[in-house]
């Protein structure tokens, strides 16, 4: 027989395997037959969860190599690929918030450009004294923290990056997608596990809690925190003691000066803030145009198929996606997400086609100074580049998230961009650029500004261990 046959016969071995058994502790993987109290990884109590997985990493750590890592991730994205579809509109039924097309692409972007093993480089020093290697090795077991905005696609992300740095991970889903979270956790571990890796090798607790997440984060079994979501969420978290990663607030401003080509910004701001109902954290959040090229900014922006508010229309919107008390404004939750036409309807206005709503306001007004996560772009007029800037910067409130410039002026893109310091930092272009969403370099769900790892891959997971053999040893030059 030659090759072609013998994969064949393997194949049609494995779909034969009955994998309700698994569970059951029928199934034998790399010579250990394992009972699970969890259905695929997810599991009554977090206890289970916590204890699973860590066992789990011991043993993928122990039995699968490099190239048994690389097996997994590679199925592991097929079967993502697969079921992208289904998880988008498990999404939008589940939570009711984002667009259903737009879930598809964040899925499918997660799925095939999140970093495998490739990313984990060793370093090598060979000279007199002997010869120095680091590489990047397993923190062991990760506590992951993930949000609503992007839930599967954290997970996969998520998932991809930790298992290729040799890592398990217990994951605190959102409650408000618990169901499709765990749909898509028990798919990947049923993927892992017909691939040769450990049973529960990422699990999670059937019901997420804030007590979870604590019972998490002071297990001696988890090493290391990583919460993708809130500055709240972040800092308690870092409370914990434990290494903590974690990816926070955005609120990222666009600058656009009187040298930009106003057909492409118009095209790419509307694109970037109008995907899946501005929930991306990178998302263009307020615009700050120079006067002398702000009308025309704006008429292309309708021209694009955006839905400019009148002053009366803007005093109603903000009534409805805000409240107001003694501290100030705060988003209506109820309003995250939510489409544009619905915004519209609800202060009687049919425009079911539009998917994002713009409105002229000063630099302080809330629209501008609160990250809400809705698709309503506020665009303030400044009379110079530095006043845009200043203005930008105030926005953006120190987050060091995403900010992005539309200019043909590379001094003036260099000031805003020295100024400004975020981890992502786009020029004429979509933020979605930024994490590969029709740019270059790979994606991550997990931009982690606050700590200071940036875009996110398997070596953010990992620690440098360095191995010294000394006195010239085994050097052949």
Not at 174 to 183: D, I
Not at 340 to 354: D, F, H, N, Q
Not at 399 to 427: C, L
Request: charged fraction near 25%; hydrophobic fraction near 40%; glycine fraction near 8%.
């Amino acid at each position: 027989m030659d090759a072609r046959d013998i994969e064949l016969i393997v194949k049609q071995v494995l779909s034969n395997i009955d994998l309700s058994q698994i569970n059951a502790g029928t199934y034998k993987n790399q010579d250990n037959i394992r009972t699970s109290k969890g259905d695929y990884g997810v599991f009554e109590h977090v206890e289970d969860a916590i204890d699973a997985a860590y066992e789990a990493q011991k043993k993928y750590l122990d039995q699968c190599t490099v190239e048994d890592r690389n097996r997994i991730i590679e199925a592991i994205r097929q079967v993502s690929r697969e079921h992208a579809k289904e998880f988008a509109k498990m999404i939008v039924e589940e939570s009711q918030i984002g667009r259903y097309e737009d879930k598809i692409e964040k899925n499918l972007v997660v799925s095939n450009k999140t970093p495998g093993t490739e990313c984990l480089t060793t370093d090598a020093i060979s000279a007199d004294a002997g010869l120095m290697l680091e590489e990047y090795a397993p923190f062991g077991l990760i506590g992951a923290i993930t949000p609503v905005t992007n839930p599967t696609e954290t997970i996969i992300n998520n998932t991809i990056s930790m298992i290729a740095g040799g890592n398990g991970v217990v994951f605190n889903v959102h409650p408000s997608a618990k169901n499709v979270c765990a749909h898509c956790l028990r798919l990947l571990n049923r993927t892992i596990l017909e691939n040769g890796g450990p049973a529960d090798l990422i699990t999670m607790a059937k019901e997420p809690t804030m007590e979870n997440v604590e019972k998490i984060s002071q297990s001696p079994k988890v090493r290391l925190m990583v919460g993708t979501g809130g500055m709240p969420m972040v800092n308690a978290l870092l409370r914990s003691g434990k290494k903590t990663i974690g990816a926070g607030a955005g609120n990222p401003p666009v600058v656009v000066d009187d040298t930009a080509d106003i057909t492409l910004a118009a095209k790419e701001i509307y694109k970037g803030a109008s995907f899946d109902n501005n929930l991306l954290c990178l998302a263009e959040k307020e615009v700050f145009v120079m006067d002398n090229v702000a009308s025309e900014l704006i008429d292309k922006m309708v021209r694009e198929g955006a839905y400019l508010l009148s002053p009366s229309e803007l005093d109603r919107i903000l009534s409805l996606v805000f409240i107001k008390d003694e501290k100030g404004y705060h988003v209506n939750k109820n309003w995250v997400g939510k489409d544009a036409s619905k915004m519209l309807a609800e202060i009687g206005i049919s425009r079911p086609e539009v998917r994002l709503l713009i409105c002229e306001t000063p630099a302080d007004h809330p629209f501008v100074l609160v990250e809400q996560l809705m698709p309503v772009l506020p665009i303030v007029r400044c009379r110079t580049f530095e006043e845009a800037v200043e203005g930008a910067y105030r926005a953006e409130s120190g987050n060091r998230h995403t900010a992005s410039m539309f200019s043909k002026n590379v001094d003036n893109m260099t000031r805003f961009a020295r100024k400004i310091e975020t981890t992502i930092f786009v020029k004429n272009g979509s933020t979605l650029k930024g994490v590969g969403i029709g740019g270059n370099g790979f994606t991550t769900m997990t931009i982690a500004g606050p700590t200071g790892e940036g875009i996110t891959c398997a070596r953010s997971f990992t620690r440098r261990r360095r191995c010294m053999l000394a006195d010239g040893g085994f050097r052949i030059i």
